[in-house]
């Protein structure tokens, strides 16, 4: 027996690696092909303008479905069943707000960056110096999961379990090599395909995810001769929490018996969550850039349609995949590999191969297919956030404010080829000490301070005629401000075992998620810095109007 399992372990590595490294060879293939095609600054930040409908909304999806979706939401519904399934809800849910309030507007008024729509109708320098600030900490706050869910894979996939090595490497500096390695291959996917590149990367990673996702999905039901009750039977009895497992209350929103204070707060941070949740996707900047990949605003509006089909579709898959792992690995057999239950997918293709394909051979085999497929979304992932972070910094920062716009468009896509290897360095340096935590959780922590800035300064500026410079720039630094520090003063970051520093114990702010609190804020600061300044441009707003509601003078 031992020796089926260490060669099925040797099988899953090799099958791991050599999957692996097909997807980069291919994908490496494409940006190369991509940078042939990229020769203006049009196509390096928004790829000519050239996709379709369908390619942005397969983009979408797949710059959306990220490590969060399908590592961290499986984790989370593994571990704690219906409660999991919040996030689900709330990632789709979120699509509404951004296609009936965002996506048709912000293509016909901007250019490049989510900046272009803020400083038309206002002073330049300290608009973009805010939103690319904005955008930087946004994206990096999203790089986090990523790589956090990249790091926990490859222990998996490799076989390396607590007490064992793969190539003299323990567990923790396994996967600190592997986010290391996930990093600098995201900077090349920038560096040298630009958005094309990174556009058909991301298309083809949408395909694998939900192909993947479905033949889990139909091997986990077919288990159960798509007898859902008893799925649903099995999660229950193997998570370690019995009926608790299928209702309201085991992760959030917990009510601690003679101790009304800490249910409030329980309570407090669940709401905290879903605003959250809801309303940061019309906030993300690697998001709010696929808008302009498309040549009209009809483009626009079909690519979220796509965009929420796919989604949609498969944050169905998500619940056979949470349960499917809570039923066929267990809880605890789960949280001894990742205490944060980001390798629930992973561990569940293995057992589902072990099952259907024939012993530990089979279940080496599907894991390193279902590894590979983790890996093209992180891959992916990271390329858009990296592409929008560093495109802030040039187009925003360098070219608008440093040079005032008195730069040519080589110089400008050179200094955004640099700011993505600094971008990169940043999450990499930062993903280390943030292991111990769900990635969808992370995710959660970057929609919320998405929400806090960019959306007051966006939605006021889109339809407030009043709204000035003063309130923009007090809109993003206020609500990004509030979000951060809350964060910093909560228990994500110190004083509870899962923390970031486990060690220490700073934290005052008793909420996970500062949501509810940040995002009010945000548009409190945009009132507060509209009303005080003199400053109004009323033909300009006019002018912006007709822009996003027409698209006329749309680059």
């Not at 983009?59 to 919040?86: E, H, K, P, T, V």
């Not at 008793?510 to 810095?529: D, E, R, T, V």
Request: proline share 2%; glycine share 10%.
């Amino acid at each position: 027996m031992f020796l089926a399992v260490q060669a099925g372990n040797t099988t899953a590595r090799n099958l791991t690696i050599v999957l692996f490294l097909a997807f980069v060879a291919a994908t490496l293939a494409i940006t190369i092909w991509a940078s042939r095609q990229t020769k203006t600054a049009t196509d390096f930040y928004a790829g000519g303008r050239s996709f379709s409908g369908f390619q942005n909304g397969m983009a979408i999806g797949g710059d959306y479905m990220s490590a969060a979706s399908f590592l961290g939401i499986a984790g989370i519904i593994a571990l704690y069943g219906y409660d999991g399934f919040l996030y689900s809800i709330g990632f789709l849910v979120a699509w509404l707000v951004a296609l009936l309030l965002v996506a048709e507007l912000l293509r016909n008024s901007g250019r490049y960056t989510m900046a272009d729509v803020l400083a038309f109708r206002m002073r330049q320098r300290p608009v973009r110096t805010a939103a690319a600030v904005s955008t930087i900490t946004v994206s990096i706050f999203y790089l986090l999961a990523q790589m956090v869910g990249a790091g926990a894979l490859v222990a998996l996939l490799l076989g390396i379990r607590p007490g064992t090595t793969f190539l003299g490497m323990d567990a923790s500096t396994a996967k600190v090599a592997t986010i290391i390695m996930v990093g600098a291959l995201m900077i090349i996917y920038v560096t040298v395909g630009g958005m094309k590149g990174t556009t058909y990367v991301q298309i083809v990673k949408a395909f694998l995810l939900m192909g993947g996702a479905l033949l889990m999905t139909l091997l986990v039901l077919a288990k159960y001769k798509f007898n859902l009750s008893s799925l649903l039977g099995d999660a229950a009895a193997s998570s370690g929490h019995g009926a608790a497992f299928l209702e309201p209350g085991l992760r959030y929103g917990v009510e601690v018996a003679g101790n009304a204070t800490q249910t409030f707060y329980n309570k407090v941070d669940l709401l905290s969550l879903g605003i959250a949740l809801v309303l940061g996707t019309a906030g993300l900047p690697h998001i709010l850039i696929r808008f302009y990949t498309v040549p009209t605003a009809k483009a626009a509006r079909k690519s979220v349609l796509w965009a929420i089909g796919i989604i949609g579709s498969f944050y169905l898959l998500t619940l056979a995949l949470g349960f499917g792992a809570a039923a066929l690995v267990g809880g605890d057999a789960i949280r001894e590999q990742d205490r944060a239950g980001n390798t629930a997918a992973p561990q569940l293709a293995e057992a589902l191969g072990i099952d259907f394909f024939g012993g530990d051979l089979g279940g080496a085999a599907m894991l390193a297919i279902i590894a590979a497929v983790a890996f093209a979304t992180i891959l992916a992932v990271v390329a858009g956030l990296t592409l929008a972070s560093s495109s802030s910094l040039a187009h925003d920062f360098y070219a608008n404010v440093i040079k005032r716009g008195n730069t040519s468009e080589r110089q400008e896509v050179n200094v955004a080829r640099i700011s993505a290897l600094v971008i990169g360095a940043v999450a990499i340096a930062l993903s280390i000490y943030a292991q111990n935590l769900n990635v969808a959780f992370l995710v959660a922590l970057a929609f919320a301070v998405a929400a806090s800035g960019n959306l007051p300064a966006i939605l006021y500026s889109l339809f407030w005629k009043r709204f000035n410079t003063s309130g923009a720039v007090w809109a993003i630094y206020g609500g990004l401000l509030a979000a951060v520090v809350l964060v910093f003063f909560s228990p994500v970051v110190s004083g509870a075992p899962t923390a970031m520093f486990p060690d220490h114990d700073w934290q005052w702010f008793p909420l996970s998620n500062p949501g509810i609190l940040s995002i009010p804020f945000g548009f409190l600061c945009g009132w507060i810095g509209t009303v005080i300044s003199k400053e109004s441009d009323e033909e300009k707003y006019a002018e912006l109007e007709v822009r996003a509601l027409t698209g006329a003078g749309a680059h």
